[in-house]
């Protein structure tokens, strides 16, 4: 059987990481597998959904070129993708299990069961419900039903198949854990929607969902899910929950707490390709040999992989159950990285000229020099620099506007440097630039540069802090020949000149 997997956010925010790599794992495996894997979106709780939430999610999978094969705006057979348009779906499945008496009516209003919970914990019981509605009659079932009153449908947990305890493609062999359970959990609210657990029992198996890869959130949930599939008699699917991933002070990551969200990675000019392979090296850890004690090693945390390596590579056996900090070093380090490899190409190198062109030219509205073959060069320079492309701007800004020597870094340069060392080091290469024919090439520049030192004597240091000055009034940059061969030799001289003035 071809493998069919989920990905089914909520629509109560933006996507955050912790998502996006849930995402991630589905896409690897579906495509590893040579199988497909499904958005849906579980909207069954309508207090907390918010408007365009859903649109976001959408944007932040493209973003990140995580498509999927069937969901909304992608028709397929196993539609609809919104739990809202199937809630007849969950209402059939809630009166099997009424039927065969795995569920029962409940008529409690909220204070009542607020005043049980309280009573129940009053006198030590772990009990959060007394399963009074239970016992009632099925004559006095009818009489409420028929006269309005409002109920929920619970599982009864006291009428429950044998099944086995479980197994975790991530997690190993899991113990029974019922006692983390409430009692007699809900399956159906007063509104006749379905909570999280009905809903995702019925539709993974009427979708025919051969995977179930979500969060480690919900492993406490799994006994109440393999419940169901036991008293509805449905085959259950594999299940890999994800460790969840924590901040680097190792707290738990949330939406609330700190820079999260999917977008605002992509608006801090992070590589989508980096934010993928960043995440999907989270927890990666070894595989066990078939058969035998050794193990393989995975990946380390910040190799650089393409998307077609991170397919190669992955398997469930290398995902740790141990919850993983997501570093923000390692990701400066793979962004970095994987800018360098893209420059070292033709393609790639124009590829992020058009990407830098946005942030620049924002930046350099007015400036004329915001094109691409000049880019191409800019980005050039700065290579192991750069970390991400809408740094390009900052660290580069004297290559689309004048030096500002006015700015307390150039001024504090400035009287750092002897005024005649100053004077006659720009001079005599404005002399030299004028007076002879120059190959205007990184390393024919280079060699310029070396040649004037060597005839006035001065420590390179000081020589190329001066040159540095006066070409860029900035304390860091690229080497002074690349600068040289990016602005040119008219504003090379232009500026030299006005250095020279000041």
């Not at 918010?50 to 057979?77: C, F, N, R, T």
């Not at 199937?86 to 008529?107: E, I, T, V």
């Not at 009818?142 to 479980?166: H, T, W």
Request: glycine fraction near 8%.
């Amino acid at each position: 059987m071809r493998p069919l997997l989920r990905f089914a956010p909520s629509p109560t925010g933006a996507l955050h990481l912790g998502g996006l790599r849930t995402a991630l794992y589905n896409y690897l495996y579906a495509k590893k597998t040579g199988g497909r894997w499904i958005l849906r979106i579980e909207d069954t709780d309508r207090t907390r959904a918010v408007p365009g939430a859903v649109e976001g999610i959408q944007s932040a999978l493209q973003w990140a070129g995580l498509e999927y094969d069937y969901g909304p705006g992608q028709p397929g057979p196993h539609g609809p993708y919104f739990q809202s348009e199937r809630l007849d779906l969950y209402r059939s499945y809630a009166n099997k299990l009424l039927d065969s008496g795995h569920a029962y009516r409940c008529f409690c209003s909220p204070d009542k069961l607020a005043a049980t919970r309280e009573r129940l914990a009053r006198t030590g019981s772990n009990s959060t419900y007394d399963k009074s509605c239970l016992h009632l009659t099925e004559e006095e079932v009818g009489r409420k039903v028929r006269a309005g009153e409002k109920f929920i449908v619970r599982i009864n947990d006291g009428r429950l198949p044998a099944r086995s305890p479980g197994y975790d493609l991530v997690f190993k062999n899991l113990k029974d854990a019922h006692a983390s359970l409430p009692t007699d959990p809900v399956l159906l609210k007063s509104d006749l929607y379905p909570t999280y657990h009905l809903a995702s029992v019925v539709d993974d198996f009427e979708m025919g969902i051969t995977h179930v890869v979500r969060g480690e959130e919900w492993l406490p949930s799994l006994p109440l899910h393999l419940d169901l599939y036991a008293a509805l008699n449905l085959p259950m699917p594999n299940f890999a929950h994800l460790p969840i991933l924590l901040n680097p002070d190792g707290t738990k990551m949330s939406k609330r707490k700190g820079d999260v969200h999917v977008l605002d990675y992509q608006k801090r000019g992070w590589e989508p390709s980096v934010i993928l392979n960043w995440l999907a090296l989270a927890g990666w850890g070894v595989q066990d040999g078939p058969g035998t004690s050794s193990q393989k090693q995975a990946p380390d945390s910040t190799t650089l992989m393409s998307m077609e390596e991170m397919i190669d590579n992955f398997d469930f056996s290398v995902v740790t159950h141990r919850r993983s900090i997501l570093d923000p070093a390692k990701l400066e380090y793979l962004n970095k990285h994987h800018l360098m490899r893209l420059m070292s190409t033709p393609d790639g190198l124009r590829l992020l000229a058009e990407r830098a062109y946005l942030y620049t030219k924002e930046a350099y509205p007015e400036s004329p020099y915001c094109t691409l073959p000049y880019l191409e060069k800019v980005i050039y320079a700065l290579q192991g620099r750069t970390t991400k492309l809408s740094d390009v701007p900052a660290l580069g800004s004297f290559f689309f506007v004048e030096p500002d020597y006015a700015s307390p870094e150039a001024q504090k340069m400035r009287a750092s440097l002897s005024p005649e060392r100053y004077a006659t080091i720009v001079s005599n290469l404005i002399s030299r630039l004028r007076g002879g024919q120059i190959t205007w090439e990184a390393a024919a520049l280079s060699e310029v540069l070396h040649d004037e030192n060597a005839k006035m004597g001065f420590k390179q240091k000081e020589y190329m802090t001066i040159l540095r000055h006066a070409l860029t009034g900035m304390k860091a940059g690229p080497s002074v020949a690349d600068t040289l061969f990016v602005l040119g030799p008219d504003r090379v001289v232009a500026r030299l000149e006005v250095s020279a003035g000041l």
